[in-house]
């Protein structure tokens, strides 16, 4: 099982269906990213669980909602290695060292696109 993400534009465009020439509006997609539940316990140290796993829970929509968030518990995981690696899972399926870069490409992202709204697959 894993959490899925995404950040598309605010304003749907035209597109055409390659096969059948079928034109239709949608949302681009700006960004997405895949990581295993098994870093939820890590993220809920970092204070950041909610607004990656649930950020609909907390009202947050838009990528610059988490912006100040994920700077804060990224800056978290970063000054502490030690203590977020005993949250690893024992299985070697979801560890620090996959994290903190995923943690970062995603605020990346929303720093990138801020008007992006955030879309959440579990």
């Given at each position: 099982m894993s959490l899925d993400v995404w950040l598309l534009s605010p304003i749907e465009k035209e597109k055409n269906c390659?096969?059948?020439g079928y034109s239709h509006m949608e949302h681009?997609?700006?960004f997405d990213a895949n990581i295993t539940h098994n870093l939820g316990e890590m993220a809920e140290k970092a204070g950041i669980y909610k607004h990656l796993w649930h950020p609909e829970d907390i009202d947050i929509t838009v990528a610059a909602q988490l912006i100040e968030p994920l700077t804060k518990?990224?800056?978290?995981?970063?000054?502490?290695?030690?203590?977020?690696k005993q949250y690893d899972a024992n299985n070697g399926?979801?560890?620090?060292?996959d994290f903190v870069p995923w943690v970062e490409k995603y605020l990346n992202?929303?720093?990138e696109n801020p008007d992006a709204t955030i879309h959440i697959s579990r």
């Open positions: 390659h096969c059948c681009e997609n700006l518990g990224l800056q978290d995981l970063k000054d502490r290695p030690e203590f977020f399926w979801g560890t620090y060292k992202a929303c720093i």
